[in-house]
């Protein structure tokens, strides 16, 4: 399996992105794992309501799949950096798989499905962290731009996806729900597997220090080097507002009963009005707009973003909180995957997975945040107030993340120097031949040339 690539700067389209026969390897299972994932998590909190009668506990089920990210993302994510990719990736699948049958098992009590949640999730920031690590040595160019747009869009079509399967399954089942997501986690792992090329580790054994440094290095080299914290500013901030329609849909679906919507249906379009908005968004604008033109228009999508949902004040139906909320989800759609790319083009290779272990847990904080300062403000005023008002403070806080933003030759030189460090490092280390033989130096300062 070649991973030569044409040179083209141009703008690139969906056909040039699945062309690469790595990437819909890599696209495919990272959709079946998300699927899975989201699938899981609607079914786990049905399974400890039925063993518990706890919602407490229900809960707690949901919430563990995301502390790994919480307590240990970063620490977790540098154990990408120091092997092969491919290897962390098949390894986390066929690890998730064993758990999730065992928490299918109907003689598995409350407690242990809970320890067996949170231990299945450990694997998800080194998985994670390795597929963010990878994409840029499948696509380069706007190739990765468009890459990034379809994987991201196809999380949050998976998100959507998996929670209605999930509910509907475990309505019936929940341990048939369990069994399918480890299903995925096999299916994942075999295209993984077969599919992609072993490469060498990013962090050779000879630079290596105590992981606890390494990890550190991942936050200094992100809040360091003034565009890669000026991309992390940017998309720490979308993260605050942009999930707040979603985390408070219940509260609002109550508050706004009425004119022929019950609130689970209110509810339900509240919480998918984000994701689609942000399918739409990334498709058109990856699809229609040419790269230059994303550049430009990421400042005045960041500020679009947050604005969308400031005439939540007036106390709309929540037919038209889940159109705001689309329109926030689709400037969203032409932030994140453009700064993503960004990022990933401004970071030297052996950076990449810790960065991401960075970025991703930061983005688990803020987003559990925002929906906890939130909601704590709706016990004391309207939520409608509560999401203009802290929609608006979004736009003065993107006003400024938009005034800061680097200019273009800043960041072009930000790419020039991460891709001079990668060349360097890549010198030393000879690439690894589908067939497991190393294909030596040379080809790698080819290969790598226009990473």
């Known amino acids: 399996m070649s991973d030569e690539r044409p040179d083209q700067e141009g703008p690139a389209t969906f056909r040039d992105v699945f062309g690469q026969s790595e990437f819909r390897a890599l696209f495919a299972a990272n959709v079946l794992s998300w699927i899975g994932d989201y699938l899981a998590k609607a079914a786990l909190t049905v399974l400890v309501l039925q063993e518990t009668r706890s919602v407490a506990l229900s809960a707690a089920a949901f919430a563990a799949s995301y502390l790994p990210w919480l307590i240990g993302g970063p620490l977790l994510s540098a154990l990408a950096e120091r092997h092969r990719y491919r290897r962390v990736m098949v390894l986390c699948d066929l690890i998730r798989m064993a758990l999730m049958v065992l928490v299918a098992m109907p003689f598995m009590p409350a407690w242990a499905i809970l320890v067996l949640i949170f231990v299945a999730t450990l694997a998800n920031p080194p998985s994670q962290a390795a597929r963010s690590a990878l994409l840029p040595h499948i696509l380069e160019g706007d190739r990765l731009v468009v890459g990034l747009t379809a994987s991201t869009s ?32 096999a299916l994942s792992a075999l295209l993984v597997r077969f599919g992609l090329r072993d490469r060498a580790p990013a962090l050779a054994a000879g630079p290596r220090s105590h992981l606890l440094r390494e990890t550190a290095e991942g936050f200094r080299i992100v809040f360091e080097r003034p565009v890669l914290r000026a991309i992390a500013v940017l998309v720490f901030s979308a993260m605050v507002f942009s999930i707040v329609p979603e985390g408070l849909a219940a509260g609002w679906a109550a508050e706004r009963t009425g004119g022929g919507m019950d609130a689970g249906t209110a509810q339900a379009l509240i919480m998918a009005a984000n994701p689609v908005g942000y399918v739409i968004g990334g498709i058109l604008i990856a699809r229609l707009v040419g790269p230059t033109r994303r550049l430009t228009l990421l400042p005045p999508l960041a500020v679009l973003a947050p604005a969308a949902l400031v005439p939540a004040l007036l106390d709309p139906p929540p037919a038209v909180v889940a159109l705001l909320a689309a329109a926030c989800g689709f400037a969203v759609a032409g932030i994140v995957p453009v700064a993503n790319s960004l990022f990933v083009q401004a970071l030297p290779d052996g950076y990449r997975a810790r960065a991401f272990g960075v970025m991703a847990s930061g983005t688990q904080v803020i987003q559990g945040g925002a929906v906890l300062a939130t909601g704590a403000l709706a016990e004391r005023f309207s939520i409608p107030a509560v999401v203009g008002v802290w929609s608006a403070a979004g736009v003065l806080l993107m006003l400024v993340a938009a005034a800061t933003w680097p200019r273009p030759a800043t960041i072009q030189a930000a790419v020039e120097t991460a891709q001079a460090e990668s060349s360097a490092a890549r010198a030393h280390t000879p690439a690894r031949g589908p067939g497991g033989g190393d294909r030596g130096r040379e080809h790698g300062r080819r290969r790598h040339a226009v990473t």
């Open 154 to 185: 196809a999380v949050q079509t998976a998100q959507v996806v998996g929670y209605l399967a999930g509910a509907t399954i475990a309505a019936l089942n929940p341990s048939t729900a369990l069994l399918i997501n480890a299903g995925t986690f």
